[in-house]
């Protein structure tokens, strides 16, 4: 039988469902919602944008995101299958998983807005000869003129672990403003690196003879190896030559989804705790 088509009409008779008190209208309700699957998300969308309540903005949520979610999966778990080698796979592969909190995100909106950051710099990366300048313009750009920066206020917040978010929102934690320095970094062939220092993720810019440490979160401080030593064992860690090594993208990767996990957490959204968990261990089978 032929699947009826949805409008915004009968989008919005089913959100208003949602709140009817008998099991049986929101089990009808839901089941639709599942039955409309994809085809309801932009109807959805548009409606979640239009000023209504933040309760019916949180169902509204709620119901993308249980559409979407089998997708995700599925997309995510083939991107990783062909590898996360590289840079642009890595880039690839977070805003993906961005979709997670924002299903209805168009990723190319974002690839964009990583270009024009880059290219905001990129003559003056290319006629400045100093290796250890090109560090120091792209550092002023991104912690001074971007003011990308820690969220120490709020820090267990989900958008501070997804990365469109922490492009929209200019803060983040430590580990997503490393990865926007390495994407622009990326565009630019400058050599800056992620370090999976544990606790707090590190940047890393390497020349042809020394390897610089710098703080993303402490907008882009330059910090010496006995300074991360110390902090590693005020936290009670003994230091390891590798954990002020450089990672590689899918260590990267799976250090932001566990991240997101621990956010969704302290939350209490054990729902999606669950889901992330999938796609933890889609990644840690290539790790």
């Known amino acids: 039988m032929k699947k009826r088509e949805s409008s915004k009409s009968e989008i919005e008779s089913l959100i208003y469902l949602l709140d009817d008190p008998d099991p049986q209208v929101q089990l009808g309700v839901k089941k639709r919602f599942e039955e409309l699957g994809e085809n309801a998300v932009p109807l959805l969308d548009q409606y979640r944008s239009e000023p209504i309540k933040d309760s019916d903005k949180e169902t509204i949520n709620e119901i993308i995101y249980n559409i979407t979610i089998g997708n995700l999966l599925e997309e995510f778990s083939t991107l990783v299958e062909q590898g996360i080698d590289s840079r642009a796979q890595l880039e690839e592969a977070l805003l993906l998983l961005s979709k997670f909190g924002t299903p209805t995100l168009r990723i190319d909106d974002y690839r964009k807005k990583l270009n024009n950051m880059s290219t905001h710099i990129g003559s003056d990366i290319a006629y400045t000869p100093s290796i250890s300048e090109k560090m120091q313009i792209m550092l002023q750009y991104v912690f001074r003129e971007l003011r990308f920066r820690g969220d120490s206020k709020d820090y267990h917040n989900p958008e501070n672990a997804s990365l469109d978010r922490v492009i929209d929102r200019r803060k983040g934690l430590p580990i997503m403003l490393s990865v926007v320095v390495m994407f622009l970094a990326r565009r630019l062939n400058l050599p800056f690196h992620g370090v999976n220092m544990p606790i707090h993720f590190m940047l890393m810019y390497q020349t042809h003879n020394q390897?610089?440490?710098?703080?993303?979160?402490?907008?882009?401080?330059?910090?010496?190896?006995?300074?991360?030593?110390?902090?590693?064992?005020?936290?009670?860690?003994?230091?390891?030559?590798?954990?002020?090594?450089?990672a590689d993208e899918t260590d990267i990767l799976v250090r932001c989804i566990r991240n997101l996990m621990h956010s969704y957490a302290k939350k209490g959204q054990e729902k999606r705790v669950a889901d992330l968990q999938k796609l933890l261990q889609i990644a840690e089978l290539k790790a």
Do not use: A, M
């Open 211 to 246: 390897e610089i440490l710098i703080d993303p979160f402490d907008g882009g401080t330059i910090v010496t190896y006995n300074q991360c030593c110390y902090f590693l064992k005020k936290n009670g860690i003994e230091p390891r030559s590798e954990h002020l090594k450089k």
